[in-house]
């Protein structure tokens, strides 16, 4: 199988690599900008590099060729998701993990909701609602991500989701916890096919993360 990371040069994305290196046989794809400085090729023989923006429609049908699943980084840009969406629709791509944030469905109650609110803007969070659109409405298989409050904790791997529509908790959660589930849908693809869902650490209901 052959898995394209996008945005690779990403602290969850550097995560990810190394455990698909050593629990997997895949195929790697790592695209981002400025690729070559930013990423370090452990295993020629597994790893493509490329450097690309995520607006450049022939530099990401050229890394799609092959791949079964796209791993988003960043979905920042409704723009440019809707260009990778195009690209993954013309190379047969099967499935699309996106990481976005939390909030884009007023989906944020109490304390933490106001607090989250004011952190990120509307403008942010409609950026990524409009992102999210896109994909949910691409006719590809995918599983939507949106990640509370990050911070690192080695070792730290505990996770819990909630789907849309359904209050979300939880302030925050480790980066190697959100690599861990990304690993474990790309081991079981349809384990959350078609779903958005809301990703914290359990008993983190906070009105704010234990770091702010």
Do not use: C
Request: hydrophobic share 40%; net charge negative; proline share 3%.
């Amino acid at each position: 199988m052959k898995i394209l990371i996008l945005g690779a040069a990403g602290q969850i994305s550097k995560m990810l690599i190394n455990r698909l290196l050593q629990e997997t046989d895949a195929e790697l794809v790592l695209y981002a900008r400025n690729a070559n400085r930013r990423i370090a090729n452990s295993d020629p023989s597994r790893i493509t590099i490329v450097d690309g923006d995520f607006n450049d429609s022939a530099k990401l049908l050229e890394a799609m060729e092959g791949v079964a699943i796209v791993y988003l980084n960043d979905m920042n840009s409704p723009e440019a998701t809707q260009t990778i969406v195009d690209a993954a629709k013309k190379s047969g791509v099967a499935k699309i993990i996106g990481a976005t944030i939390l909030g884009i469905y007023d989906e944020v109650i109490g304390e933490f909701g106001k607090w989250n609110a004011r952190m990120v803007g509307r403008t942010g969070t409609n950026r990524h609602k409009e992102s999210a659109k896109i994909i949910e409405d691409s006719g590809i298989d995918f599983t939507l991500l949106r990640l509370t409050w990050l911070y690192n904790q080695e070792d730290n791997e505990r996770y819990m989701v909630s789907q849309k529509g359904e209050p979300f908790i939880g302030a925050q959660v480790a980066r190697q916890a959100v690599a861990r589930l990304i690993m474990d849908i790309i081991e079981n693809p349809a384990i959350y096919s078609n779903k958005s869902l809301g990703v914290s650490e359990p008993n983190t209901d906070f009105p704010k993360p234990s770091f702010y």
